[in-house]
Every structure is written in structure tokens, then in C-alpha cells.
């Protein structure tokens, strides 16, 4: 008996790649298609937070507007929204391991862990954070 699949949770970098097309890991690729196929596929409203902030900042072209790209990209991936709650939010101020102070990918990493998550990312702090035995990873 095989066992199931990990529910994925995309970190802004890897939706970002993941709507544009962009070149991935083929591992990763794959992965990702399959857990949008079987439902499995989460991205946190953080996401949402930073893309509208990187578009605000100018360092970030989009061809629609942030919430509109995001609530698309939601749509068309079949993803699904992961909650921010208050135990996400206090998780991330005490990670176990070395991992930097970014707020954002602290938050990430907490729901990825709160919630027994994959965290998908090409972020390398993040995916020696995985390596270190702290988060499941996928690069991307």
C-alpha cells in the first residue's frame, strides 16, 4: 500500500513561477500539477500580501491587478487557501533551528508546519531550514 501524497504549499516565489510559466525543478513540476489535480495544493493569504506589496514597490510586473492575479491563479490551480490564525502566528515567532527574522517566510514556514505541510520554494535559507530536518521542503 502506497501512502498518500503530501498536501504542497507554495511560497510566493513558487506561485509566481508556477503562473508564469517559469522554468522548474521537473520534480517540482510535476508535484505541483499532480496536488492541483487532487486537491492538494495550498497557498497562504500572505502570499496575496506580498505580491500586492511587491507590485506596489515597483518590483513587480503583473498583467492584472494583484488581487485579481491572485484570486485567478487560486481559481485556475484549484488551490486552496490556507487560515492565518493566531497559533500560526505565535508558531512563527518561535521556530525551533536557525532561521532568519523575515516575518513573511517565518509565517510560511509555521503554517507549513502547523498545518503538515510541503513547503515548495527555490528560497535557499528556506530549503536548508528543510535540510536541517526543521520543514519538509520541495525545491522549486
Not at 491572485?70 to 492565518?84: D, G, I, P, Q, S
Amino acid at each position: 500500500m502506497t501512502s498518500p501524497r503530501p498536501n504542497l504549499l507554495l511560497d510566493t516565489c513558487a506561485l509566481l513561477y508556477v503562473a508564469d510559466g517559469a522554468k522548474m525543478q521537473p520534480e517540482a513540476r510535476a508535484e505541483v500539477s499532480e496536488a492541483a489535480y487532487d486537491g492538494r495544493l495550498y497557498v497562504s493569504p500572505m502570499s496575496a500580501w506580498e505580491i500586492g506589496k511587491s507590485v506596489s514597490k515597483n518590483r513587480l510586473k503583473l498583467p492584472l491587478a494583484p488581487l485579481e492575479f491572485f484570486n485567478r491563479f487560486m481559481r485556475l490551480m484549484k488551490a486552496k487557501l490556507t487560515e492565518v490564525s493566531p497559533e500560526i502566528l505565535v508558531r512563527s515567532s518561535s521556530l525551533p533551528g536557525a532561521l532568519h527574522g523575515d516575518p513573511m517566510d517565518r509565517i510560511l514556514v509555521a503554517t507549513a508546519r502547523t498545518l503538515d505541510l510541503v513547503l515548495v520554494t527555490s528560497d535557499a535559507p528556506l530549503l536548508k531550514y528543510g535540510a536541517d530536518g526543521n520543514l519538509r521542503t520541495l525545491a522549486c
